[in-house]
């Protein structure tokens, strides 16, 4: 019932940016934490961000601070993750996740209830 559909994903060169939507229906997010991960082939998931839906609290991964930027839209529901100053080591599906209430530390650690399928961002040097 509760669906999250990523988009946005594509070819870049080093150094360029891409805006990331995620889609959330099923129901109201004013209570749940949204948040960003990425996966490239042979590597763990990884925390890219966070957004805290009431409060606008934000969480970052160290590897990302200063070039990407996650945002919300309360009436669309609607989350996005502007990346960019992009490097090839920023390949990777990214993949957004939600959990009702939940907390910016909990989706750092990976304690999220819904997941996306992800989108491919590929960037070449």
């Known amino acids: 019932q509760v669906q999250l559909v990523e988009s946005g994903g594509g070819f870049v060169q080093a150094g360029g940016s891409l805006r990331l939507s995620c889609s959330a229906s099923g129901r109201t997010f004013s209570t749940s934490t949204l948040a960003w991960f990425r996966q490239a082939p042979g590597k763990e998931r990884e925390f890219v961000a966070a957004?805290?839906?009431?409060?606008?609290?934000?969480l970052y991964g160290d590897s990302v601070k200063g070039r990407f930027v996650i945002s919300r839209d309360n009436a669309e529901n609607m989350v996005y993750l502007k990346i960019s100053s992009l490097k090839p080591e920023d390949t990777a599906v990214y993949l957004c996740?939600?959990?009702?209430?939940?907390?910016?530390?909990?989706?750092?650690?990976?304690?999220?209830?819904?997941w996306g399928r992800g989108t491919q961002v590929t960037v070449s040097p």
């Open positions: 996740a939600g959990k009702f209430l939940g907390s910016l530390d909990g989706a750092r650690s990976g304690d999220m209830t819904y």
């Open positions: 957004i805290h839906w009431s409060s606008d609290q934000t």
